[in-house]
């Protein structure tokens, strides 16, 4: 479980700096990383539901029917969870997670309490528009983002491609805000996309690349398409067992690609 949900986590800030706009969009990206293969992604949005394709498996979350799904393509099995069950399930990884540090010699806490930032003080956020940029046809603004006087990364932002209509915005907003409590801020850690500077900017339109200084990747749209997105998109592929988020996370991962 405790694999399969901080999968889910990581995926999460990456679609939703991949915002949808307004009438359904399919965004295709490659993600460059530094010691990793590239790998491409493709979401989907409408209506206020998402599902983010990957190599390794599928996240949908559906802000509509307040569910999330989670598919791993190797066994074909998925797992299905409320908001509520998913926010039980973060909050078990939490309880585990306290636990843990709690009886670790106080040497090895303090490691582990400075990987993961906690215990930090939160750096001063600033937002810097820095300047335009066309990408795939659409123009776009291009802002930095300093951690103190560290820039954490730079963002290309359309401005031809709004995001959720209000009323979708915010249901989607507080349904990952519900299914997916921080984990980091709950035990005193600092995470960039989850403050209110990070999400003010990400709002104003499609996020079309990213170049994220603090570990040297670089996630870019390769394709973009304005259409109206099939229901089924949204739903576990035809022929998939479900299981339970237990035996989901047992399942056996395709190996990771990697540049030697």
């Known amino acids: 479980m405790k694999k399969t949900i901080w999968v889910l986590l990581i995926l999460l800030p990456l679609s939703w700096w991949a915002q949808p706009a307004l009438g359904g969009w399919i965004m295709k990206s490659e993600t460059v990383r530094p010691g990793m293969a590239p790998f491409t992604s493709t979401s989907y949005y409408e209506e206020g539901r998402l599902a983010t394709v990957t190599p390794y498996g599928t996240t949908i979350i559906d802000a509509q029917k307040r569910i999330i799904i989670q598919t791993t393509p190797w066994n074909k099995v998925y797992a299905k969870a409320t908001v509520e069950e998913m926010a ?3 909050k078990e990884v939490e309880n585990r997670m306290k636990a843990m540090l709690a009886k670790m010699p106080p040497e090895q806490q303090a490691k582990v309490k400075e990987k993961l930032g906690i215990g930090k003080p939160r750096p001063k956020i600033t937002v810097k528009r820095v300047g335009e940029g066309t990408i795939l046809d659409h123009p776009c603004d291009i802002y930095e983002i300093y951690q103190g006087k ?3 990364m730079k963002l290309w932002i359309a401005k031809d491609a709004q ?3 209000p009323e979708n915005t915010k249901k989607f907003e507080e349904t990952v805000k519900k299914a997916f409590p921080s984990i980091q ?6 995470r960039l996309e989850n403050t209110p500077e990070f999400k003010e900017v990400t709002r104003r339109g499609l996020v079309l690349k990213i ?5 040297g990747s670089i996630v870019r749209t390769v394709d973009l398409k304005k259409a ?8 576990p592929p035809p022929g998939y067992k479900e299981v339970s988020w237990e035996e989901l996370r047992l399942q056996k991962p395709l190996p990771q690609p990697s540049i030697q």
């Open 150 to 152: 560290d820039k954490a």
């Open 211 to 215: 170049i994220d200084y603090r570990n």
């Open 228 to 235: 109206s997105v099939p229901l089924d998109r949204f739903s």
């Open 185 to 190: 801020e709950d035990l005193g850690g600092f």
């Open 88 to 90: 039980q399930k973060v």
């Open 163 to 165: 995001a959720f209509s």
